[in-house]
Structure formats: structure tokens, C-alpha cells
């Protein structure tokens, strides 16, 4: 694993690219009552909720399939989760302590910043907007019908901020984020506050392992 001092200097570093859930958010609480909903709407029992905590950050879609939607009810209990989060499930969030200071002191310092979510880009800029940190962000980057994993959103966000991917820096909870990362060239920071289970991020090769946001505000040298 890299060490701090690898990382560009502020000077060098082209962007930030942060994931949203389990990274700027706090956001299991509504993204757990969506999953009840989902289910129901997909005709599947609901589990506990300590079973559906490891499904926090993965694409919808992946796991209403994992858990025994029928592909003819999968539309269905998206749309029925979605129809929950936008009217109620976004405003369980809150944002994790350190997160808006650090957003602020980035943007300060001129960096442009952007995310790259699994939600659909339309609920990533209501969640974005409805706990006030929708300004920080030149780009905010979710999944459509274009793109769907997390390597496909970030390579369209990356075309956005027409950065090179050398000089990106994507921060995320799970392995997907470290791995979407990895797929388009970037280099990956593990949000250890987050929702990944146990040494998922090491396991998956994160380039640098943080515990708290102030530590990151400190790795990205601001």
C-alpha cells in the first residue's frame, strides 16, 4: 500500500471523485426501509436487518436479483424503492462529521470535485441537494441508462471533468469504488468509516486505507 508521501501534490492532483453512500453520507437508515419496500414490491420475504446491512452500496438492481426478485418483478421493486427514497428514504441521511469541512477546504483550494454513485444520477443530486452539499461539486455522477457499474460512471464523469486519470483520485467505502477505480486508471482511497465488511478494502487493493475524514483532509494535503 502506498504511502502518504506518494500521493501528487495538491498542485498536481487533477480531482477528487467521492462516492456518496457510506462515504459522504450516513445513509443506511432510508437505503434499509427502500430495501423493505423493494422486496415487498418483489414479492420476496424480507430478511433482518443485519442480512441487508452487507448490501449497502452496491448497484439496486444486483441485489434484488441476489435476493430472489423475479426478473419479471425487478422493474417493479425499483421503481418502488425509488418511488420510497426520493419521497422519504434521502432525508434518513446525515452526513458524516468532517465531511462538509472537508468538502469546503477542497473547494477552496480550487479542487474540482465530483462523485461517482451507484444511486441513478437524478437521486444522487436530491440527496446531494437535501443535506446541502450539492455545491461542492463541479459534476455529480450517478448510474443511468447508459452506465451501471461503477467503472462505467466514473469513466463518464472522468470525460466530464476532462481530467487525466493519473491525477484522480476516487474515495469510496466499498470494493466496487476501489475496484471501478482500478478499472479506469485511477488511483483509489478506502473510506474505512463506511459500510465495507470486514478487510474488503485491503483485499480489493485500495491504494490508501483512511479511518475518519479529517485523516483523508490530511492524506489529500489540505
Not at 430495501?35 to 452487507?54: C, I, K
Not at 428514504?89 to 468532517?98: D, F, I, N, Q, S
Not at 486519470?165 to 469510496?172: F, L, Q, S, Y
Request: hydrophobic share 45%; aromatic share 6%; proline share 5%.
Amino acid at each position: 500500500m502506498a504511502a502518504p508521501a506518494d500521493l501528487p501534490a495538491p498542485a498536481d492532483l487533477g480531482a477528487v471523485v467521492f462516492d456518496i453512500d457510506g462515504t459522504l453520507l450516513d445513509s443506511a437508515a432510508g437505503i434499509l426501509a427502500g430495501f423493505q419496500v423493494a422486496l415487498t414490491a418483489g414479492g420476496v420475504a424480507v430478511p433482518d436487518e443485519q442480512s441487508l446491512r452487507v448490501h449497502l452500496g452496491p448497484p439496486l438492481r444486483d441485489f434484488l436479483t441476489q435476493s430472489g426478485v423475479a426478473a419479471e418483478r425487478i422493474d417493479r421493486a425499483t421503481q418502488a424503492y425509488h418511488d420510497f427514497y426520493l419521497a422519504e428514504g434521502l432525508r434518513r441521511a446525515v452526513p458524516y462529521p468532517g465531511v462538509e469541512s472537508l468538502l469546503q477546504r477542497l473547494r477552496d483550494d480550487g479542487m474540482p470535485l465530483a462523485t461517482a454513485s451507484a444511486k441513478r444520477t437524478t437521486t444522487a443530486r436530491a440527496i446531494l441537494e437535501a443535506h446541502g452539499l450539492s455545491r461542492y461539486f463541479m459534476i455529480i455522477g450517478g448510474t443511468d441508462e447508459n452506465r451501471s457499474t461503477k467503472a462505467e460512471t466514473l469513466a463518464g464523469v472522468l470525460a466530464e471533468l476532462a481530467v487525466e486519470p493519473a491525477r484522480t483520485i476516487m474515495v469510496g467505502d466499498r470494493h466496487h469504488d476501489i475496484e471501478g477505480a482500478h478499472a479506469c486508471d485511477v488511483r483509489a482511497v478506502g473510506a474505512r468509516w463506511g459500510y465495507g465488511v470486514g478487510n474488503e478494502l485491503a483485499e480489493a487493493g485500495a491504494d490508501w486505507l483512511v479511518d475518519d475524514p479529517a485523516a483523508l483532509g490530511r492524506l489529500l494535503g489540505t
